[in-house]
């Protein structure tokens, strides 16, 4: 137990760490681009939240969720996804008070008890954004949007984006009528969960991923052809923008999402050399969610990207960069008198603003060498008998192979003027 992490965990070692900065830098600049900025909201919150936010017949709130009792004997709960508590935020904080939309995005931890599998974990790591405050489909194709432009943007451009509509509080109780008509036969056919969808949720049955319950739903009546006027014309109108900005999609009537809050445009974006795990990317508009959470009846969009997924697809298309170790000096004293010399050079140096790092091993010269390197090294700052008594130093430029015997002063400034070059 000691030596082992939780099931469903993983540490991100230092060999990795480095592509999870490069896809976090990513999506700052992104965010940037699009006006969007961060909020960090805590991960965990009082239960209650989830279970009005997400639903509680959803997988996720009825058997997915870390939930535990603390010592006043609250109920709280690991966030298992962030739309939630940002919505808490903006309500808690009065976000809607400044200038609207309210525009966020967040990158973090988020906890699910799932089954592991591979690219699975029960702390996976979410970037997503929320958009609240407008209701015109203009935002949903700016969210979109952004989620193309961060994928693109990593070199990931095979991917499909697959819209739909799941409509709104009036016209989907029209919709989930024909949906039950058209089960009612089949019913006893369905797994036990879509059983239970059909009085609850019979949208759900859609896209579960029961053989036997997609064979049945084969046929089933599409959301499209019972839109509302409203939710039609918001479906039009952002296909419309799509095709402006030439982001292509496909149209897909099964694409449900799994949260009960979503409203009109729900969106996914698959990127198929994944395979099973296609989609990186979902999203959609949450109308009915911040007055679920007890606020004024208020639109919102987002989406979520799990990261580890995003970092299998550009590591399996060689994508990832290669993660820079390099200093600019080694500092390496031979013998002990030489070892508080090479302390203060290497001292002046990383408080001067240079990379730098030195022996703490007693490496022999040779060995030192070897080490300067690996990260690599561009100079090696050499400390032997004959430097330590003349104060001086020799630097080795490890590219060209040259040296120079330098004053101990002469130094920092030689190598912020190599810096400069
Ligand atoms: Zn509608
Ligand atoms: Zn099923």
């Known amino acids: 137990m000691l030596t082992t992490g939780p099931r469903g965990t993983k540490d991100i070692l230092?060999?990795?760490s480095?592509?999870?900065?490069?896809?976090?830098?990513i999506i700052r600049e992104v965010c940037h681009n699009f006006a969007y900025q961060e909020i960090r909201t805590p991960v965990f919150e009082h239960t209650e939240l989830f279970l009005r936010g997400i639903g509680d017949t959803t997988d996720?709130?009825?058997?997915?969720?870390?939930?535990?009792?603390?010592?006043?004997?609250?109920?709280?709960?690991?966030?298992?996804?962030?739309?939630?508590?940002?919505v808490r935020s903006y309500l808690e904080n009065k976000l809607y008070s400044g200038p609207q939309p309210t525009?966020?995005?967040?990158?973090?931890?988020?906890?699910?008890?799932?089954?592991?599998?591979?690219?699975?974990?029960?702390?996976?790591?979410?970037?997503?954004?929320?958009?609240?405050?407008?209701?015109?489909?203009?935002?949903?194709?700016?969210?979109?949007?952004?989620?193309?432009?961060?994928?693109?943007?990593?070199?990931?451009?095979?991917?499909?984006?697959?819209?739909?509509?799941?409509?709104?509080?009036?016209?989907?109780?029209?919709?989930?009528?024909?949906?039950?008509?058209?089960?009612?036969?089949?019913?006893?056919?369905?797994?036990?969960?879509?059983?239970?969808?059909?009085?609850?949720?019979?949208?759900?049955?859609l896209d579960c991923k029961n053989e036997t319950c997609a064979k049945y739903s084969?046929?089933?009546?599409?959301?499209?052809?019972?839109?509302?006027?409203?939710?039609?014309?918001?479906?039009?109108?952002?296909?419309?923008?799509?095709?402006?900005?030439g982001i292509s999609f496909v149209i897909n009537p099964r694409l449900v999402r799994g949260l009960d809050y979503y409203t009109k445009t729900a969106f996914e974006i698959q990127y198929s050399p994944l395979g099973a795990q296609s989609a990186v990317c979902g999203g959609g508009r949450y109308d009915g969610l911040i007055a679920e959470c007890g606020?004024?009846?208020?639109?919102?969009?987002?989406?979520?990207?799990?990261?580890?997924?995003?970092?299998?697809?550009?590591?399996?298309?060689a994508l990832l960069p290669s993660i820079n170790?390099?200093?600019?000096?080694?500092?390496?004293?031979?013998?002990?008198?030489?070892?508080?010399?090479?302390?203060?050079?290497?001292?002046?140096?990383?408080?001067?603003?240079?990379?730098?790092?030195?022996?703490?091993?007693?490496r022999s010269l040779k060995a030192q060498m070897k080490y300067a390197n690996k990260y690599p090294a561009k100079f090696v700052a050499?400390?032997?008998?004959?430097?330590?008594?003349?104060?001086?130093?020799?630097?080795?430029?490890m590219d060209t192979g040259s040296q120079e015997l330098i004053a101990r002063t002469a130094l920092v400034p030689m190598i912020l003027e190599e810096m400069e070059k």
Request: aromatic share 8%; net charge negative.
């Open 382 to 397: 050499l400390i032997g008998e004959d430097e330590l008594a003349a104060q001086k130093v020799m630097v080795k430029n």
């Open 18 to 25: 480095g592509h999870w900065q490069y896809v976090e830098k």
């Open 295 to 317: 606020g004024q009846p208020t639109p919102g969009i987002g989406f979520a990207i799990g990261i580890e997924r995003v970092l299998l697809a550009l590591e399996k298309q």
């Open 60 to 86: 996720i709130v009825e058997k997915e969720m870390y939930t535990f009792t603390d010592r006043a004997k609250r109920s709280i709960t690991l966030r298992p996804e962030n739309t939630a508590s940002a």
């Open 103 to 205: 525009k966020l995005f967040y990158i973090g931890p988020m906890f699910r008890y799932d089954r592991p599998q591979a690219g699975r974990y029960r702390q996976f790591h979410q970037f997503g954004i929320e958009a609240i405050g407008a209701e015109g489909p203009a935002i949903d194709a700016e969210v979109i949007s952004l989620a193309v432009a961060f994928l693109n943007k990593l070199g990931l451009s095979d991917l499909k984006l697959l819209i739909n509509s799941v409509g709104c509080p009036q016209c989907r109780p029209v919709y989930r009528a024909k949906l039950q008509e058209f089960f009612q036969d089949k019913r006893a056919h369905l797994c036990s969960d879509c059983q239970s969808r059909y009085d609850r949720n019979p949208m759900r049955i």
């Open 14 to 16: 230092p060999d990795s």
């Open 325 to 362: 170790t390099a200093i600019d000096v080694f500092v390496a004293p031979l013998g002990t008198e030489a070892r508080a010399v090479a302390f203060q050079l290497l001292t002046e140096l990383r408080y001067a603003g240079i990379a730098a790092d030195m022996d703490f091993m007693n």
């Open 218 to 245: 084969q046929g089933a009546p599409h959301m499209l052809d019972c839109l509302c006027e409203e939710c039609g014309s918001h479906f039009a109108g952002l296909q419309e923008l799509l095709t402006a900005a």
